[in-house]
């Protein structure tokens, strides 16, 4: 079955403890990226990649760093997160197929609680 | 640089009538157009998308869409909502002409079908 899989579901941490939310997915998809979901603000994108080494910043980066060093493989660091960074985490993948099969496909998402 | 407003943060509709969700875009080329769906405490599924030839769009759930290049627009409808339709839209653009090959999401319309 394709997906896209994050963990962990829902965290609740410490400011400044640093924390990691992995993301896999099973498509061989090129491009993956990351989004946060606050309420009136919809999803803004944190950080993408186009494929493995190569990583961009998306609207939102400051506080957030990624790697990809696999292609299935996407995880975001948060070094010292800080409570501003309470919010729901998507994951996403895509394929840059100028064919039918451009959709991103989602995660379940990560609800992070930062206090 | 690619980008997408869904004007309405909530539209409501009683169940049976006709709905439509707005969606207008802006890319530097041609687009790739998406809708998606977030039921409560889900991730984002995929409706239906735009990339090339007729103009209407059909998905799941009986959604369908109306590409209209002049006026930049992707709206989503159904011809008789549903109460289980309430949910979260989102409407995204992707730009074929190069650059980021990343979906740009709108801030999301919240649909309320009310019984």
């Known amino acids: 079955e394709a997906q896209v899989t994050q963990n962990p579901r829902y965290l609740i941490t410490v400011t400044g403890k640093k924390l990691t939310v992995t993301c896999s997915q099973n498509m061989n998809h090129e491009y993956m990226s990351w989004y946060r979901q606050d309420p009136g603000l919809g999803l803004r994108q944190i950080y993408y990649s186009m494929n493995v080494e190569v990583t961009d910043k998306g609207d939102v980066p400051e506080g957030y760093k990624v790697s990809r060093k696999e292609k299935r493989n996407f995880p975001l660091i948060l070094e010292s997160p800080s409570p501003n960074q309470t919010s729901l985490y998507f994951c996403?993948?895509?394929?840059?197929?100028?064919?039918?099969?451009?959709?991103?496909?989602f995660g379940q998402g990560t609800r992070l609680t930062v206090v | 640089a690619q980008s997408v407003a869904q004007p309405e943060d909530q539209v409501n509709v009683a169940e049976g009538n006709p709905l439509t969700v707005k969606c207008t875009y802006s890319?530097?080329?041609?687009?790739?157009l998406f809708w998606y769906v977030q039921y409560p405490n889900r991730g984002l599924q995929f409706l239906l998308k735009y990339i090339t030839g007729d103009n209407l769009v059909k998905g799941s759930y009986g959604f369908e869409a109306e590409f209209n290049k002049s006026q930049t627009s992707f709206h989503l409808k159904k011809p008789s909502a549903l109460v289980s339709d309430s949910a979260l839209y989102f409407c995204?653009?992707?730009?074929?002409?190069?650059?980021?090959?990343?979906?740009?999401f709108g801030r999301g319309t919240s649909l309320i079908v009310h019984p």
């Open positions: 890319v530097s080329g041609n687009p790739y």
């Open positions: 996403a993948s895509s394929t840059p197929d100028r064919g039918r099969n451009t959709e991103a496909f």
């Open positions: 995204a653009v992707r730009d074929t002409s190069g650059g980021s090959y990343i979906p740009t």
